[in-house]
């Protein structure tokens, strides 16, 4: 019989001041079990914690009380697939998690049992007013919640209140019926302004509100395979939204149920905007509809120039940074990443494309790119916790992409500056150099590719991303591969942002590393650095792959070039187009986008 006292993962972390754990399902099973389903009284004594994942645990039943008192640095919190239910978190009438958690970030509650939840969390019972005392929201820095593959059957205006940053909102897989039902109250106005991407695919919706026109900021909307008959026309009146998923719903306008099979979302929504409100159901658009749109569309510009606003707008369109977008159909040769099912349970997201026109050959450049990695890692990577980057020189890899997860002890790589080994003993051999380290050091936290190990703790198998000679250009989270690694002379790279929490966070991640490479090559086109080789950049320079004086010369005189990437499954069938229409609107302010 397993001893629910002893736990050394615990013991290691409080000794080592850890402010990242992730404890393996499998392996913690029995201790939590004979502990009653709850969570061990001494993980809240690591008030250091900012981010846990305790992941496949059936045995998991309930939080327990006091972890958000003992865990107030708490910014990443990941409970997938436990047996949390049918009220694991607490009480409905209470702020559930044991109390407020200011710092918290990410929640991912997904593959639970849950049936209700706490009123701050969008639970249909509860107080009317805040969670947290004083009248200050439970979950103030909140901004994905995940609660995919639950049991949830309705929702309260809670969440709106207390999670007030909410970007990201996951629903699919749950017993809903109405959407946005009471998270939503009519009459309400102001209420999660934040929110971007919606989805509550595979539910049992019946209704789809007219309220659903509050949502400011809506850009992903997902509702397919429900049962869903009508579309209210105040979805036309969301003015950010940019897709829709309708399929699987058997709507009475058979108009509108073909369009949203086939049709893109500004179709279905000039549809429900004019045939749903001035044409009448199912009469489509009248024959004026363009000329109109044409005329107002030439009256906006003429008064934006006659007041003075024109030249004010094309001053800082110039300033802004400038890429241009390579669509697939333009592409003879596109790059595709297909996704095993075996990843599903490991690290399922992944988000790909090609930038092309990079300059990494003057001067620091290169090592003001990596530096900007590492920064991106520690910033909204939030240590890797929520996605990793991995970059890679295009002409290094072979294409169609594998995005697979294998057995540690059969997967092999070259990680950055070493020779092949298996994945296994990679890993110990990097868990014996931070011991090393520590002592000689003599220092609590590790530094280096040493302090990401533990986001594999418990994982039966490892991703990883393979191309079509079977080489392992990438093992998420840990490191590249030496064989595709960006050098000076790299121009055209590969890049990749993986997580095990969210898609949306990977295209996140994404437009701010493009973001970044924009602004790092204009810095570089407008300081004229001397070519320079510093030691930390030796090792990663070579003879060049392709130069063309005539090439490189173009490049200094264009703007960054994005090829979009698809991701399919192993079918064909597409899973993720980067970048879409609707990507990079997050840093669209300093960015301009030629699609």
């Not at 019972?125 to 949830?152: E, I, K, V």
């Not at 709507?251 to 001035?278: A, F, H, P, W």
């Amino acid at each position: 019989m397993a001893d629910p006292a002893a736990w050394p993962e615990l013991e290691a972390a409080e000794r080592e001041r850890r402010r990242e754990l992730v404890l393996p399902g499998a392996a913690v099973e029995a201790r939590i079990r004979e502990g009653g389903g709850r969570l061990p009284p001494r993980l809240l004594a690591l008030p250091l914690l900012q981010a846990l994942e305790l992941s496949g645990c059936g045995a998991l039943r309930e939080l327990g009380p006091g972890l958000a008192a003992a865990l107030p640095a708490l910014h990443t919190l990941v409970l997938r697939g436990n047996g949390l239910g049918p009220a694991g978190l607490g009480a409905p009438e209470g702020p559930g998690l044991g109390g407020p958690l200011p710092a918290l970030r990410l929640l991912d509650l997904s593959g639970n049992g849950l049936e209700t939840l706490p009123a701050a969390l969008g639970g249909a019972l509860g107080p009317a007013g805040p969670c947290a005392p004083g009248g200050a929201p439970a979950f103030p820095q909140l901004r994905s919640l995940n609660l995919t593959g639950n049991r949830l059957r309705e929702l309260g205006p809670g969440l709106a209140r207390d999670a007030p940053q909410l970007q990201t909102l996951l629903l699919s897989g749950n017993r809903l019926s109405a959407l946005p039902g009471g998270l939503l109250p009519p009459g309400a106005s102001s209420l999660l302004p934040l929110l971007s991407q919606l989805e509550a695919a595979d539910n049992g919706l019946q209704e789809l509100g007219s309220t659903i026109a509050n949502l400011p900021a809506l850009k992903i909307l997902d509702v397919s395979n429900n049962e869903l008959s009508e579309i209210p026309v105040e979805l036309a009146d969301c003015p950010k939204l940019k897709e829709v998923n309708f399929r699987g719903n058997k709507l009475k306008d058979k108009r509108l149920e073909k369009m949203v099979n086939s049709c893109q979302t500004k179709s279905i929504l000039e549809y429900l905007r004019v045939g749903g409100r001035g044409g009448g159901k199912g009469k489509g658009k009248p024959d004026n509809f363009d000329k109109e749109e044409s005329k107002k569309k030439k009256r906006d510009k003429r008064q934006k120039k006659d007041s003075g606003d024109g030249e004010q707008d094309k001053l800082e369109e110039v300033n802004k940074l400038m890429i241009k977008i390579l669509h697939i159909a333009e592409n003879p040769a596109p790059v595709v990443v297909k996704v095993s099912p075996n990843i599903k349970e490991v690290r399922p997201y992944i988000v790909g494309c090609v930038v092309k026109g990079m300059n990494l050959k003057q001067g620091n450049a290169l090592k003001r790119f990596l530096s900007a990695q590492i920064k991106l890692h520690d910033d909204i990577c939030e240590k890797r916790t929520a996605a990793t980057i991995a970059t890679h020189d295009l002409q290094l890899i072979k294409g169609p992409l594998l995005y697979d997860a294998q057995p540690p002890n059969e997967l092999k790589v070259m990680p950055l500056g070493r020779k092949e080994i298996k994945a296994k003993d990679l890993v110990r051999q990097l868990q014996l150099e931070a011991e090393e380290q520590r002592k000689q050091k003599k220092r609590q936290n590790v530094s280096g590719l040493h302090k990401y190990l533990q986001l594999l703790d418990g994982k039966e198998n490892y991703p990883c991303l393979v191309d079509a000679e079977g080489v392992v250009i990438s093992f998420p989270p840990i490191t590249n591969s030496e064989r595709t690694k960006i050098r000076k002379n790299t121009c055209d790279l590969f890049l990749e942002v993986t997580s095990g929490t969210s898609l949306q966070i990977c295209k996140d991640v994404m437009d701010t590393l493009i973001l970044k490479m924009a602004e790092l090559n204009k810095f570089t086109l407008e300081n004229k650095e001397e070519e320079s080789v510093s030691d930390a950049e030796s090792d990663m320079i070579s003879e060049p792959v392709n130069s063309n004086p005539s090439q490189n010369a173009e490049q200094e005189n264009s703007p960054l070039t994005v090829e979009q990437v698809r991701v399919v499954d192993m079918d064909g069938n597409l899973k993720v187009l980067y970048p879409s229409k609707t990507d990079l609107i997050l840093v669209s302010s300093l960015l301009t986008v030629i699609r």
